[in-house]
């Protein structure tokens, strides 16, 4: 009788580790999927939103358009360095608010218009580095999935990752999203999320 209840104890015990072992291990494959990424910069994207929605006073959000270009090269064995340029505009029914950051006027601000003419900035400078760099890895990681090993061995290139994203609220998330990739170019279309990611490597000057 003691040693049924002790192999059952086993049992739950290995179980218990094999269960764990088999989340590790599928949050590991999620990470290599361009997807997990995709659904991380949406979700920065969207806090962004939120916040400008509450600066604005806005009542109600449809969507958005933001537009991330990348301008990328790596020296020698340092960490790859990239200049960045963000511009995000919001869209409440015939009322559109844009937003705009870059490394070389306003890095770490978030300067915003709004459809009255008014402008004002997301002043939480944290939050806003929290942000930027999120969105910057995000991408990078993206990338990263679609063109192994590039990253790593830019040497003397520089390479501009545009990307554009688009939110719509008010459409279901599809089950199975459309993908589509080529030599520099990766689309993905969930229904609420249409992001489209397109590269190009030069030499540096």
């Known amino acids: 009788m003691n040693n049924q209840q002790s192999d059952r104890g086993s049992e739950k015990i290995f179980d218990f580790i094999r269960e764990g072992i088999n989340k590790k291990t599928q949050e590991k494959n999620n990470k290599r999927q361009p997807e997990y990424y995709i659904k991380e910069l949406g979700d920065l994207l969207n806090e962004i939103v ?12 449809e969507g958005s358009r933001t537009i ?6 790596k020296l020698d064995n340092e960490p790859i360095w990239c200049e960045y340029n963000i511009k995000t505009y919001i869209y409440s029914k015939d009322k559109v608010i844009e937003c705009h950051s870059d490394t070389q006027n306003s890095p770490y601000k978030i300067e915003c218009t709004h459809y ?7 002043s939480d400078l944290l939050q806003n580095i929290y942000f930027i760099q999120g ?3 995000s991408i990078l990681d ?4 679609l063109n192994p090993g590039v990253l790593k061995n830019l040497d003397k290139q520089y390479i501009h990752i545009k990307t554009v994203f688009y939110i719509n609220l008010d459409k279901p998330i ?17 229904g609420r999320y249409y992001i489209e990611i397109m590269w190009l490597s030069y030499d540096r000057f």
């Not at 939120?50 to 959000?61: G, T």
Request: glycine residues 4%; charged residues 35%; proline residues 2%.
């Open 174 to 190: 599809k089950e199975n999203p459309k993908i589509g990739k080529n030599s520099n170019k990766f689309e993905y279309n969930n």
């Open 50 to 61: 939120k916040n400008i929605k509450e600066k604005s006073n806005l009542h109600e959000i």
């Open 68 to 73: 991330i270009d990348l301008y990328c090269h």
């Open 142 to 145: 993206i990338y990263d999935i």
């Open 116 to 122: 009255s003419g008014r402008s004002f900035e997301l």
């Open 135 to 137: 969105i910057r890895i």
